[in-house]
C-alpha cells in the first residue's frame, strides 16, 4: 500500500510543478500535501505506511479475534468473567505499568488461557515523538514485566493509538516485534457514548477475520 501512495504522490507532484513552473506555491503546495500524507500515514494503522501490520485474518469462516488495550485495570475481573462464560480465548495487550498495579488480575488472564501481548511499559501520550532507543526502551522494559510475571514470551505488539513512524518501525526491527493492527476499533467510542452505540458501531464495521479493538479499561465496554 505505501508503495502506490509514494509513486501516486511523486507522479502527481511532478505534474503539478511542470504545469506551475516557478511558483513557489507550488512548492508550499506539495510540502503541505507531503505532510499530510505523512500525518495521515502516522495515524493509520491500516495503511501499512510505516510499518506492515497485521490487521486482520483472511478466512472463509465466521470468525473474529478480540484484542483488549491498556490493561489489567480493576475493570478487567469483569471482562474475564464474560470470556469465561461464553468460553471465548482473548488477546490482552497489556501496559507494563498496568501489570505493576494489577499483578493478581494479570496472573487471572494468563492462567485462564488468554493470550498477552506487548503494549509498551508506559503507554506514553509522546509515543509518536520518541527516539528509536527510547522506544526500544518502552517495548523491552514491558517484556522485562511480561516475563517476570509469568507470561510466555512473543512478538505480539501492539502499537499505542496506533501511531507508527520511522523511529517506531525500528524499534520494531530490533525488538523483533510483529504489530498487531485492527480494523473495527472502539478508538473513536470511549467514554461518553453509551452501551447500544459501542454495540452498533463494533457489529456494523465487522467481517470476517476482523480484528476488535476494545479496551478493558472501561465498564462500557
Ligand atoms: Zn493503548
Given amino acids: ?13 511532478n505534474v503539478f510543478i511542470y504545469a506551475f513552473q516557478g511558483s513557489l506555491w507550488v512548492y508550499l503546495f506539495c510540502f503541505l500535501m507531503f505532510s499530510a500524507v505523512v500525518i495521515w500515514g502516522s495515524f493509520d494503522i491500516g495503511l501499512g505506511y510505516f510499518v506492515n501490520s497485521i490487521t486482520h485474518k483472511r478466512t472463509k469462516i465466521k470468525e473474529v479475534a478480540l484484542t483488549f488495550d491498556d490493561g489489567p485495570t480493576e475493570f478487567t475481573p469483569k471482562f474475564l468473567d464474560l470470556l469465561k462464560e461464553n468460553n471465548i480465548k482473548a488477546t490482552f495487550f497489556c501496559i507494563g505499568k498496568q501489570i ?20 509498551t511499559f508506559s503507554h506514553s501520550n509522546n509515543t509518536g515523538f ?3 532507543s527510547k522506544m526500544i526502551e518502552e517495548i523491552e522494559k514491558c517484556d522485562e514485566v511480561l516475563l517476570k510475571s509469568g507470561s510466555v514470551q512473543n512478538n505480539l505488539y501492539r502499537p499505542p493509538f496506533g501511531v507508527t513512524n520511522p523511529n517506531i518501525a525500528k524499534a520494531f526491527r530490533k525488538t ?13 467510542i470511549r467514554l461518553h457514548e453509551d452501551e447500544k452505540k459501542i454495540y452498533q458501531k463494533v457489529t456494523e464495521g465487522l467481517k470476517k477475520g476482523s480484528i476488535i479493538l476494545p479496551h478493558d479499561t472501561s465498564e462500557k465496554t
Avoid at 502506490?4 to 502527481?12: A, D, R
Avoid at 523483533?176 to 473513536?188: E, L
Wanted: aromatic letters at 18%.
Fill in 130 to 132: 520518541l527516539s528509536t
Fill in 1 to 13: 500500500m505505501k508503495h502506490y501512495l509514494f509513486i501516486l504522490f511523486y507522479l502527481f507532484c
Fill in 100 to 119: 505493576e498495579k494489577h499483578p493478581e488480575t494479570f496472573q487471572r488472564i494468563i492462567a485462564e488461557g488468554h493470550t498477552i501481548g506487548n503494549h
Fill in 176 to 188: 523483533h516485534k510483529k504489530s498487531i493492527g485492527w480494523k473495527c476499533s472502539f478508538f473513536a
